[in-house]
Nanobody, 116 residues
Framework: QVHIVESGGGLVQPGGSLRLSCAAS????????MGWYRQAPGKQRALVAV???????NYADSVKGRFSASRDNAENTLYLQMSSLKPEDTAVYYC??????????WGQGTQVTVSS
């Protein structure tokens, strides 16, 4: 069984910062990529940032320059440092883990609310 646990969400004022964490554990084999996705009310889940095991990263245009993802391969942990947060960043943020076998796992999500 695989466990994906996100943490670090919460309420923050516009312009503020938050750091999300994602820990993968259990019967998980070699991880190819770890990523963050978000889903706002009434919208589809969308990519925020993804990092491969080789260190290649990709970000949504809307977060470039404000968000930074980092990964600890030894600990199967992924982080998302979010700065200059905007109300439109409000969403449930989900961690996704993809193995080299192409199996994919999702966490339960963590709520991020940007509001004054």
């Amino acid at each position: 069984q695989v466990h994906i646990v996100e943490s670090g969400g919460g309420l923050v004022q516009p312009g503020g910062s938050l750091r999300l964490s994602c820990a993968a554990s259990g019967s998980i084999s070699s991880i190819y990529a770890m990523g963050w996705y978000r889903q706002a009310p009434g919208k589809q889940r969308a990519l925020v940032a993804v990092i491969t095991s080789a260190g290649t990263s990709n970000y949504a245009d809307s977060v470039k320059g404000r968000f930074s993802a980092s990964r600890d391969n030894a600990e199967n942990t992924l982080y998302l440092q979010m700065s200059s947060l905007k109300p439109e960043d409000t969403a449930v943020y989900y961690c996704n883990v993809v193995e080299y076998s192409s199996r994919s796992y999702w966490g339960q999500g963590t709520q991020v609310t940007v509001s004054s």
